[in-house]
């Protein structure tokens, strides 16, 4: 996701063509394990480093139960409370189809695991990615709302042919932001609390810059898909980050 040039030659689709059956009971013991491995790992790398939301999302949608969880299991708990549901993909999915599910409360999940030898490392995202570093902020009702707004503007974005823009709202937010919380450094983006690497990179390490976050900043400032960013934006706390997000509209967002 956010990888993906859209070029107005591509066909039109739908982004219920993307969907695939999660197949969960194909998943083998060994999948199972390596995500009870990741989970406990993430937990207690980070313990109360994960702003709280995160942490009262992973208790109310009840990640912690052993083996993969089932997409029907959370859609259960989930979209009674925030409208949001999740539905399974093969992979990454273009960047136009993926605002599109943001905008109407679906978020696409990957039906695979990594192995073993690639708990460090995957180039795309896997569902331990998408399930432990997504789905707990998503029961948070102002952050829900947020990435539903995101996906409008990605939307507005991409028919103006500047999709980069809100592709770094998003990924300076949802995926890599930091956060304080009563005074202290927190992780917010998914992104960073499904790494095990990056997650401590990005809240102790001397050799990157850490920014106040604002609309105006994200947009214009680039970011790194393959590797550690260079950079952070630290928002005064989590509703900073909806508030500023929310108040973004399509017109401001181009003008920038």
């Known amino acids: 996701m956010l990888q993906e040039t859209i070029t107005k030659e591509a066909p039109a689709r739908r982004w219920d063509d993307f969907l695939v059956p999660q197949c969960w009971e ?3 013991a060994e999948d199972h394990s390596v995500w009870d491995l990741l989970f406990a790992r993430q937990v207690e790398l980070l ?5 709280s939301e995160f942490l009262d ?6 990640l912690s139960h052993p083996g993969i969880p089932e997409v029907a299991e959370l859609n259960a708990v989930l979209e009674p409370r925030t409208g949001w549901r999740v539905v399974a993909v093969p992979g990454l999915v273009p960047d136009d189809i993926f605002f599109d599910m943001l905008s109407k409360r679906v ?3 990957g039906n695979f695991i990594r192995t073993r030898e690639q708990l460090d490392y995957l180039e795309a995202p896997d569902c331990f990615h998408d ?3 997504h789905i707990p902020m998503l029961a948070h009702h102002d952050f829900a709302e947020m990435v539903e707004h995101v996906g409008r503007l990605g939307l507005a974005a991409i028919a103006a ?3 980069h823009r809100v592709a770094r709202i998003y990924w300076h937010s949802v995926e890599f932001g930091l956060a304080l919380e009563r005074g202290e450094l927190k992780i917010l983006g998914s992104g960073l609390a499904s790494s095990f690497g990056e997650a401590h990179f990005s809240l102790e390490s001397d050799e990157v810059e850490r920014l106040p976050f604002c609309v105006e900043r994200a947009v214009n400032t680039p970011y790194r898909h393959d590797a550690f960013q260079p950079r952070y934006l630290v928002s005064s706390s989590l509703e900073q980050t909806v508030a500023d997000v929310l108040a973004l509209t399509p017109e401001r967002l181009l003008a920038i």
């Open 131 to 133: 399930l432990f570093g």
């Open 26 to 28: 194909s998943f083998t």
């Open 57 to 62: 999302g992973i208790d109310l949608l009840r």
């Open 107 to 109: 978020f696409p999940v």
């Open 161 to 163: 042919g500047e999709g």
């Open 47 to 51: 313990g109360t480093r994960l702003v």
